[in-house]
Structure formats: structure tokens, C-alpha cells
């Protein structure tokens, strides 16, 4: 019986068309000869925001790579170098075979690449002698990306050997191939002050498309003013105007030529090395020379009117989705949303994973910064198969799918779902191409984390206070109980209760109440610290609880001295008052977290008594 080859790709960003491109020919390969893809993938950097990166990047600790035999690094991809060089150094450590994009910088993996630094200065060297280009900035990659480092290098090895000069400290902006480093290098010049350059050099084309349209939108003309140049051939770049001058290499045919090396490697035959793929320099509109661009008229035609209509109905896909997400109470009304995406996107195979506790823990540590991976078991509330949805209750995070795939030739996305840094878990979408072609992608897998957060907030965070009811309160205080009884650790339990709620409710209103225990739990909320836990388990009934055999002492002086600060702007015609009681102990494991409560709501009891016979 033939082997069925499993392969473990890494790419951040497939909505760009550089990573697009090579994951088409990767996949026209491995559906030729029957190769399972599984694509771990994220959005990382979209947003510009590091605390959503970090769930972003969660994705890259789920794989377990020894269920794989070989594996694809599109590293170059990645602009967070941490998070590239801990996936290479997994990779590395799995000793799977292995090929690695655009880098010969480790022994242990074949790679596939261009000669960025050749095609680059060649492509300066025409500006310089063909345009006579003199002043130039120069818009960058990634400072530690090997493609971007060996193309800037080229760019000021070629003015240098021409005799010009370049001011690092003015001229050069630091991007990270993402479209929006082209505004923001347009906008931080224009805010210089500079005199205009003879010429804008960019590390890829969708910097240079951005910088282009920035330019000509505050009145620059490209070429008359300034030349504009690329790197890529994108299909946007062919079709821009003016066309974009730039370099054009394979990508199609180098990401089948990654996968056919791979392919042969794990079938145990040699291969080189490197392989080095042809590249050559597009001289285009933007620099100022004339093409003949009537053969990419029915090209151009025929993708627009696919793009047109993949955003129109996007669009109309994603508002039906977030219409529908926004009402959902539970997951199986999520999930009944997910699958009207699912069919209008004709997606036939479709698992969302969450980590098992995914309803239950609200203030959960990103898996980042625990610096562990996913939680051994997950959960499948929603798999769609070949137009059948069953779910799975529970599976093993290391199996990766919640059903074992049998078949071969699989195409599937691994992609994260998660709130900030709260790691919610993942889906994989299988046999489609959606999550490579839709620019909405990143946005619907968004509103689906965005949709099951709420979901979560819902079963554990008190409707009127907005902190722990008290199911949220006994999951996530049990964790510090159980930390305290294996450590054999003092544990601190405090009991707050209002005082003279009922008067209020009975002179002023019920409303009125409700304002006093939403103003109590504000002060308990200040009291604690970011580790300590503290939530509503009554009407007017509070519970903390902190580690530590001094935490009780320092939250009591904390609350009464911020219910002091509130009285005094407290514009109502009662003061707010609450006793406070608690106990310090160090739990057992005879004791029970119920237990300790009762004894701590008994001293508050006492602290109530003690007040009311001093009025």
C-alpha cells in the first residue's frame, strides 16, 4: 500500500499575494500525487497591535510534528523574528525533512530561492544609468528577513559602486512587507521635510502599490516627478497605473518546486541542496519606460470581474455573519452561523476546535505568555462533513483533528481563534481555497473569536457588575485553592456583604440598589490585585480570594480607604457601607474552597453584629 506523505506548512499573512501564490502551487503538487497540506497560519502583524499578535501567534505551538514526514517554512513571511526562529528551531528538533524559502542560512533544511541580491542591483543599476537617478529612498523589509536584508544590501552596494550617496538616517523606512508600510513611509517623508527623491525603492511590491497611490493622492506625479519601483510582479502591480516597474520571479512554479523536493525527500532520494529559481527585472511605466500591456488586457479582465465578485458577495457573506454571531446566546447558535457561511462558501469540511475549558475561564493567560502549549484535550462543537454536522466532546490536542483524516491529498488551514491574548483554540478549514483568495478571512475568523468570547463573558462575568458571577468565581478562585493546597501555601478568603441594602431598595428604589452594588463591587475590584479573584455570588453578596497570609489585611485597608474616597464624591442622599470579613488559612486537601466561604461569610457575620450594636 502507497504511504500517504503528511506535510506541515508555516505561512503568517495569506492574504497577501506573494504567499498566495507559492501555497498555489504547493497544493496543485500535492493533490497530484496525493500529499496531505496542513497549513499553519496566522494574521500576525495585520493590526499592528502586539497584544493581538500574541493570539495571533499561538497558532505556531499547536503542531505536533511528530505526526508529520516532512515540512514547508515560509518563514520569510513572518516579521516577528521570534516567532520565526522558534518555529525553525521545532522544525529543526523534529528532524523531519524540511524546505525553507528565499534562505540558505541553515545546514538542516533545503531551500528554495531566488538571487535577491542580483535581480535588485540590477534593477538600481537601470534606474542609475537608464534614468539617471541620483537621490534615492529606500523602502525596507523586515531588518532580520534574509530576502529583505540581501535586497537592501544590493541597493546600496549599486549606489556605492556608481559613485552616490545614501543618508540611512533619512532616506530609509523601516517597513515589514505588509501594504500599509507603503502610507506610512510616504507620510513620515512628506513630514520631513525632504526634497523630493529621484526615486522610491521598495523591498515588494505591496509597499510600493501603497506609496504609489500615497504619492499621486497628495499630487506627485509617477514617473514626471519621481520614480516608483517594486518587488514581486504581483497581479496589482501589472494592472496598476502607471504600471509598476519591478522584478518578477516564480512563484507558482517555486512553490511546486518546494514541494517536489520535499516529496522526494521523504521518499528517501537525493536532491540538491538549493535550488535557485530565475528572477529578472520588469522595467515598467513606474520608472518611466513603455511596455506593450495588451496581453494582460483578458488577464486583467477575467480577474477583476473575479474579485468584484468574490468582495461583493464577501461583503454580503460577512454582514449576514456578524448579524447572526451578534444575537447568539451559546455556542450552538454560533455555530448554526458558522454554517450558513460554510454552505455560501460551498466549504465542505470544517472542524472548530476549542481548548476544553473554553467557557469557563474568562482571565486566562495567553498561552504566549505561559510559554506552554494547547491544553491536552480540546473540543469539537461544530464539524461539518461533506454536508452531515455532528461534534466531537473531546479530543486530544496533539491528534490536531478531532476525527483522524484517512484520506489523502488534503489541502487544510490551520488558523487561530482567540480575544487579545486569550487563546479560544482554532478551526480548520479543509479543501478550499477561501482562507488563501478572501480578503475577508481575517475578518470573519475575528467575529467568530470575537462571537465565542461573548459567549464565554456570558456564562461566568455577573450581568449587572460585570465581574465573576458565581460560576465564574468558583472555576477561577479553585485554581488559586488547588495551587495553595499542592504548594502548601497560606490562602487568603475575604466575605463582603452591604450593609443597609434593604433600606436603600426600600426608600429609594430598587434602581437605586442596583447602583450600590455596582459601586461596591468597583471598590472591590480596586481592593484586588491583577492575580486575585473576586466575584458576586448574591444579591448583595462578595467574595475575594488571594494568596499569601498578608493579602486579607492589605485588601481590607485598600477597600475601606477607597469606600472613603466614594462617599466623599458619592452624590446620593445614604452613604455606601459594607462589612468585611475573612479568614487566612493554609488549605488541606480534606478542605473544600466551599468550605473556607462559610467560614469567612461567619466572621463577616460577626464584623455586621459588631456594627450594628455600636449604632
Not at 169 to 181: A, I, N, V
Not at 462 to 485: M, P, Q
Not at 571 to 582: F, I, K, M, T
Amino acid at each position: 500500500m502507497k504511504k500517504i506523505f503528511n506535510v506541515a506548512a508555516f505561512v503568517c499573512g495569506m492574504d497577501e499575494e506573494y504567499p498566495y501564490q507559492i501555497i498555489r502551487g504547493i497544493n496543485d503538487y500535492a493533490k497530484e500525487h496525493a500529499i496531505n497540506i496542513s497549513y499553519f497560519a496566522s494574521f500576525g502583524g495585520a493590526v499592528e497591535n502586539n497584544t493581538f499578535d500574541d493570539g495571533e501567534y499561538s497558532i505556531y505551538k499547536l503542531p505536533n510534528l511528530a505526526m508529520f514526514d516532512g515540512a514547508i517554512l515560509m518563514t520569510n513571511t513572518f516579521s516577528n523574528s521570534t516567532i520565526r526562529n522558534t518555529i525553525i528551531d521545532s522544525v529543526k528538533a523534529s528532524g523531519i525533512p524540511s524546505v525553507i524559502f528565499e534562505t540558505k542560512d541553515y545546514e538542516e533544511f533545503y531551500d528554495v530561492s531566488i538571487d535577491n541580491y542580483a535581480v535588485m542591483k540590477k534593477l538600481v543599476e537601470h534606474l542609475i544609468k537608464v534614468h539617471g537617478a541620483k537621490t534615492f529612498n529606500f523602502i525596507a523589509g523586515p531588518e532580520e528577513n534574509p530576502e529583505a536584508k540581501a535586497r537592501y544590501q544590493a541597493f546600496r552596494d549599486a549606489l556605492s559602486e556608481n559613485g552616490l550617496d545614501f543618508d540611512e538616517d533619512k532616506r530609509l523606512y523601516k517597513g515589514f512587507f505588509r501594504s500599509y508600510d507603503g502610507i506610512h513611509a510616504i507620510e513620515e517623508f512628506f513630514d520631513s521635510g525632504l526634497s523630493l527623491p529621484d526615486a522610491f525603492v521598495c523591498a515588494n511590491d505591496s509597499m510600493a502599490l501603497t506609496a504609489m497611490n500615497k504619492l499621486q493622492s497628495n499630487g506627485v506625479k509617477v514617473p514626471d516627478d519621481v520614480i516608483i519601483t517594486g518587488f514581486d510582479n504581483i497581479f496589482n502591480a501589472r494592472q496598476s497605473f502607471p504600471v509598476l516597474t519591478t522584478i518578477k520571479r516564480p512563484l507558482f512554479a517555486s512553490g511546486v518546486k518546494a514541494c517536489e523536493v520535499l516529496y522526494s525527500l521523504m521518499k528517501g532520494e537525493e536532491q540538491p541542496r538549493s535550488t535557485l529559481m530565475d528572477a529578472e527585472p520588469v522595467y515598467a511605466e513606474s520608472c518611466g519606460c513603455q511596455i506593450n500591456n495588451e496581453e494582460n488586457n483578458l488577464e486583467f479582465r477575467k480577474e477583476i470581474s473575479i474579485k468584484i465578485e468574490r468582495t461583493y458577495t464577501g461583503i454580503h457573506m460577512l454582514n449576514k455573519l456578524i448579524a447572526a454571531l451578534a444575537v447568539s446566546k451559546n455556542i450552538e447558535e454560533c455555530s448554526n452561523a458558522i454554517l450558513e457561511l460554510l454552505e455560501a462558501i460551498e466549504c465542505r469540511d470544517f472542524s472548530l476546535c476549542l481548548v476544553s475549558d473554553w467557557e469557563k475561564t474568562y482571565n486566562t493567560i495567553s498561552i504566549d505568555k505561559k510559554g506552554d502549549n494547547y491544553p491536552e484535550a480540546m473540543t469539537a462543537p461544530l464539524i461539518w462533513d461533506h454536508g452531515e454536522k455532528h461534534s466531537v466532546r473531546s479530543f486530544p490536542s496533539k491528534q490536531l483533528r478531532p476525527e483522524i483524516q484517512m484520506s489523502s491529498g488534503n489541502i487544510s488551514y490551520y488558523i487561530p481563534l482567540h480575544f487579545g491574548p486569550r487563546i479560544l483554540g482554532y478551526y480548520i478549514m479543509s479543501n478550499t481555497d477561501f482562507p488563501i483568495y478572501s480578503k475577508h478571512c481575517h475578518t470573519i475568523t475575528m467575529c467568530i473569536g470575537n462571537a465565542i468570547e461573548s459567549i464565554s463573558k456570558l456564562n461566568v462575568l455577573d450581568s449587572l457588575c460585570g465581574i465573576y458571577n458565581r460560576n465564574g468565581f468558583n472555576i477561577n478562585a479553585g485554581y488559586i485553592f488547588e495551587e495553595c493546597v499542592k504548594a502548601k501555601a497560606p490562602i487568603s478568603v475575604i466575605f463582603i456583604d452591604v450593609d443597609g441594602l434593604k433600606v436603600i431598595n426600600d426608600t429609594y428604589g430598587h434602581k437605586e440598589g442596583d447602583t450600590t452594588i455596582i459601586a461596591i463591587s468597583r471598590i472591590i475590584e480596586m481592593a484586588c490585585g491583577q492575580i486575585d479573584v473576586c466575584g458576586r455570588i448574591g444579591g448583595d453578596e462578595f467574595v475575594v480570594v488571594g494568596r499569601g497570609d498578608e493579602f486579607a489585611e492589605i485588601f481590607e485597608k485598600r477597600f475601606y480607604t477607597e469606600l472613603k474616597k466614594k462617599n466623599e464624591n458619592f452624590d446620593r442622599p445614604y452613604e455606601l457601607d459594607a462589612s468585611v470579613g475573612y479568614i487566612i488559612t493554609v488549605p488541606e486537601e480534606s478542605d473544600s474552597l466551599i468550605e473556607l466561604i462559610q467560614q469567612a461569610d461567619a466572621e463577616m457575620y460577626k464584623v455586621k453584629k459588631t456594627k450594628k450594636n455600636h449604632r
